[in-house]
C-alpha cells in the first residue's frame, strides 16, 4: 500500500520569504504527483501537478521531482499570507483512480 | 469551476445510528471519492467510483458503504455509527483517470459529522 509522508508538519515564514515543504512516498510505479491547498473551513484544492522528473514552475511556484530517490517537493517564493494554509502532497500510481494524500504541512506566513 | 456539493453540512448522529452523506457533482465526471479528515491523519480514502452503479474500496472501508446511483451522486452510508467515526468528510470528483494525469480532483466543502 501506498505511503506518503510529508514534512515538516508545520512551519513558519516571514511575508516575502521562501517556504520549502517535501513529500516521500512508497511506490516505485508511481506517475502523477499533485500539491493540493487547503484553508481553514474549507475543502482541498489542487495548486499544480507534476509527472515528470525535474522542475515545473507555476508564478511563485516551484514543484520538483525526483522518482528515483522518491520525491517530490514544492517550494514557496515570496510568500504571502494568503498562501497560509494547509499543504498536502498526492499521489497516484499508474492503471488506478486512486489518490493517496500525505498527512500535510501547515505552513503560516507571518507579516 | 467544477462544483461539488455536499450535504448536510454539519451532522450530529446517536451511536449505532444510521447516516447518510451526500454529494452531488455537476462536471459529468466519471470518478468520483470519499475521504475523512483527521488531525494528524491527512485525507483518508474510504471509498470511490468510476461510474454509475459502481464503488471500490479505498484504504479504510470498514464500517462505510457507498452507493453511486447516477453520474452526478455518490452517497456514504454509516449504517452503525460509531464515536470513531466522528471526522470531517470529503466527497471529490476527477475525470477518467486512464486520461494520461489528468484526472486533478475537485472536492466539496465538506460535512462535519459527531457521533456521540
Known amino acids: 500500500q501506498q505511503k506518503v509522508q510529508q514534512s515538516p508538519e508545520s512551519l513558519i515564514v516571514p511575508e516575502g520569504g521562501m517556504a520549502s515543504l517535501n513529500c516521500t512516498f512508497s511506490d516505485r510505479n508511481s506517475q502523477y504527483f499533485w500539491w493540493y491547498r487547503q484553508h481553514s473551513g474549507e475543502g482541498p484544492k489542487a495548486l499544480m501537478?507534476?509527472?515528470?522528473?525535474g522542475d515545473k514552475k507555476e508564478g511563485r511556484f516551484t514543484a520538483h521531482l525526483n522518482k528515483a530517490s522518491l520525491h517530490v517537493s514544492l517550494h514557496i517564493k515570496d510568500s504571502q499570507p494568503s498562501d497560509s494554509a494547509l499543504y498536502f502532497c498526492?499521489?497516484?500510481?499508474?492503471?488506478?483512480?486512486?489518490?493517496?494524500f500525505g498527512d500535510g504541512t501547515v505552513l503560516t506566513v507571518k507579516p | 469551476e467544477a462544483a461539488v456539493t455536499q450535504s448536510p453540512r454539519n451532522k450530529v448522529a446517536v451511536t449505532g445510528g444510521k447516516v447518510t452523506l451526500s454529494c452531488n457533482q455537476t462536471?459529468?465526471?466519471?470518478?468520483m471519492y470519499w475521504y475523512r479528515q483527521d488531525t494528524g491523519h491527512g485525507l483518508r480514502l474510504i471509498h470511490y467510483?468510476?461510474?454509475?452503479?459502481s464503488t471500490e474500496k479505498g484504504d479504510i472501508p470498514d464500517g462505510y458503504k457507498a452507493s453511486r446511483p447516477s453520474q452526478e451522486n455518490f452517497s456514504l452510508i454509516l449504517e452503525l455509527a460509531t464515536p470513531s467515526q466522528t471526522s470531517v468528510y470529503f466527497c471529490?470528483?476527477?475525470?477518467?483517470w486512464g486520461v494520461g494525469g489528468q484526472n486533478t480532483l475537485y472536492f466539496g466543502a465538506g460535512t462535519r459529522l459527531s457521533v456521540l
Open positions: 498526492a499521489v497516484r500510481g499508474t492503471n488506478t483512480g486512486k489518490l493517496t
Open positions: 501537478s507534476i509527472f515528470s522528473n
Open positions: 467510483s468510476y461510474g454509475a452503479g
Open positions: 462536471n459529468n465526471h466519471n470518478n
Open positions: 471529490a470528483s476527477g475525470v477518467d
